[in-house]
């Protein structure tokens, strides 16, 4: 008997930004150790923002790092900015600073399990290569999703999540794997994968951590659906477990209660 969606949410609260990044690598390590044993490969889509630099740090070190069968671990980026992938604006260079280069340096991951986006390419272009680069490496078959066994991703204050922004032309794309957005608020050009990828995943986790994230963290979970609004409210897994792992602070104004 399959479990409906609410059955396969799960909202987490931590106490703070150092618990939030406790759970997140807790389920890294628990899903790992799943598709390993299944004898396969493990994809994870990393995610940008401030908030996965201590999970990032948490994953470089013991004992979560001796707890990884790094070999089968595939890296893959949820968005990114368009700017080259050594700016300090790149989800790409904060990934590598904070655990790419650790694990390559101990020969833990090579080179071939790191699959970036090109963003230094123009924005059209960053896309239809990443989403060659999918359709390449999940073998998909033509109108086929990858489905990544552990999806990661953060929240704004206004309720974007991956570079899906309130009332952008992302939200409409359902037909791309990959698709460029332009961020009129930031005057920022964007390369994003869409919510039905998104929605393809085994699991999804977000990570939400600070006080500034709470009005819109209540919006999202207990208020009336108005994804154009509030475009995290789009993640809804169709056959997977929908993670909210959050502190104390942005889950001030959540009535629903935390299900462990």
Do not use: C, N, W
């Given at each position: 008997m399959t479990r409906s969606a609410h059955d396969r949410t799960h909202l987490v609260i931590a106490d703070?930004?150092?618990?939030?990044?406790?759970?997140?690598?807790?389920?890294?390590?628990?899903?790992?150790?799943?598709?390993?044993?299944?004898?396969?490969r493990f994809a994870v889509a990393l995610s940008g923002g401030s908030t996965p630099r201590a999970l990032h740090a948490l994953l470089s070190a013991p004992?979560?790092?001796?707890a990884v069968h790094w070999p089968a671990v595939e890296l893959y980026w949820g968005d990114d900015r368009c700017v080259p992938p050594d700016d300090p604006e790149s989800n790409y260079r904060m990934a590598r600073e904070t655990l790419l280069e650790a694990l390559l340096a101990r020969g833990a991951?090579?080179?071939?399990?790191?699959?970036?986006?090109?963003?230094?390419?123009?924005?059209?272009?960053?896309?239809?290569?990443?989403?060659r680069e999918l359709r390449h490496a999940f073998t998909l078959a033509?109108?086929?999703?990858?489905?990544?066994?552990?999806?990661?991703?953060?929240?704004?204050p206004d309720g974007h999540t991956l570079s899906l922004f309130p009332h952008t032309t992302a939200l409409t794309v359902t037909d791309r794997l990959v698709t460029a957005n332009y961020v009129s608020k930031l005057s920022s050009n964007r390369v994003t994968l869409t919510y039905p990828v998104a929605n393809n995943a085994?699991?999804?986790?977000?990570?939400?951590?600070?006080?500034?994230?709470?009005?819109?963290?209540?919006?999202?979970?207990?208020?009336?659906r108005n994804p154009e609004e509030f475009p995290a409210q789009f993640i809804a897994p169709t056959d997977g477990d929908l993670y909210w792992l959050v502190d104390r602070a942005a889950a001030a104004q959540v009535q629903r209660g935390a299900t462990g």
């Open positions: 703070d930004l150092s618990g939030v990044a406790s759970h997140a690598a807790d389920l890294f390590v628990r899903l790992s150790r799943s598709a390993d044993l299944a004898g396969g004992p979560y790092y001796d991951i090579r080179d071939e399990q790191i699959h970036r986006m090109h963003t230094e390419l123009p924005p059209d272009q960053v896309a239809e290569a990443y989403e033509e109108g086929h999703l990858p489905r990544f066994d552990l999806l990661f991703l953060g929240m704004g085994a699991a999804v986790a977000f990570l939400v951590a600070g006080a500034d994230k709470a009005e819109a963290l209540a919006r999202v979970l207990d208020g009336p």
